[in-house]
T-cell receptor
Framework: SQKIEQNSEALNIQEGKTATLTCNYT??????LQWYRQDPGRGPVFLLL?????KEKRKERLKVTFDTTLKQSLFHITASQPADSATYLC????????FGKGTRLHILP | KAGVTQTPRYLIKTRGQQVTLSCSPI?????VSWYQQTPGQGLQFLFE???????NKGNFPGRFSGRQFSNSRSEMNVSTLELGDSALYLC?????????????FGPGTRLTVL
């Protein structure tokens, strides 16, 4: 069955540094990957989508890469701030959307 | 424009009861999806509706059902509640169904089964 895995349950990063989150998928070759942010007690918020023919996508301080050979997407937040602390989810769709369990990111002041 | 709304926000039920949750999508959105989120399993897809038709269904027992109305509002129902049904139930809407349409999530309904 398709699986999507995110690199760790929690990641602590010093403010101002770049945070890098990993999303690996198996048994499937998605045409695109989505990244979402979720704050406690709230629903996920869409951040970025990257297609399989795009190596990299940027939005302000966010950058996503998609390596179809490694079956991996990396999500970067540059110049991280405490307000970036949240859980970040990756997802793809085959006939239904499949989410990873998410990585909790803590930006330390 | 107004976001996705879900009612109620919190619900406490006992085992064996049934529950109905409601979702109002963003105006103009015709696709509604439902998810169950638990700490152990993460976000799991329940079902997706588009124009009152169920397009896809996740791997949940038949106790979980849903429907969509002509105004795109959707409801999901869980019958014969079990303790393991305690979770955050999230609804998401998008303009179209399928492919890479961005989903807009509601705040969720927190269901506790005692």
């Amino acid at each position: 069955s398709q699986k999507i895995e995110q690199n760790s349950e929690a990641l602590n990063i010093q403010e101002g540094k770049t945070a890098t989150l990993t999303c690996n998928y198996t048994n499937y070759s998605p045409a695109y990957l989505q990244w979402y942010r979720q704050d406690p007690g709230r629903g996920p918020v869409f951040l970025l989508l990257i297609r399989e023919n795009e190596k990299e996508k940027r939005k302000e301080r966010l950058k996503v890469t998609f390596d179809t050979t490694l079956k991996q997407s990396l999500f970067h937040i540059t110049a991280s701030q405490p307000a970036d602390s949240a859980t970040y989810l990756c997802a793809y769709r085959d006939d239904k959307i499949i989410f990873g369990k998410g990585t909790r990111l803590h930006i330390l002041p | 424009k107004a976001g996705v709304t879900q009612t109620p926000r919190y619900l406490i039920k006992t085992r064996g009861q049934q529950v109905t949750l409601s979702c109002s999508p963003i105006s103009g959105h015709r696709s509604v999806s439902w998810y169950q989120q638990t700490p152990g399993q993460g976000l799991q897809f329940l079902f997706e509706y588009f124009s009152e038709t169920q397009r896809n269904k996740g791997n949940f027992p038949g106790r979980f059902s849903g429907r969509q109305f002509s105004n795109s509002r959707s409801e999901m129902n869980v019958s014969t509640l079990e303790l393991g049904d305690s979770a955050l139930y999230l609804c998401a809407s998008s303009f179209l169904a399928g492919d890479n349409n961005e989903q807009f999530f509601g705040p969720g309904t927190r269901l506790t089964v005692l």
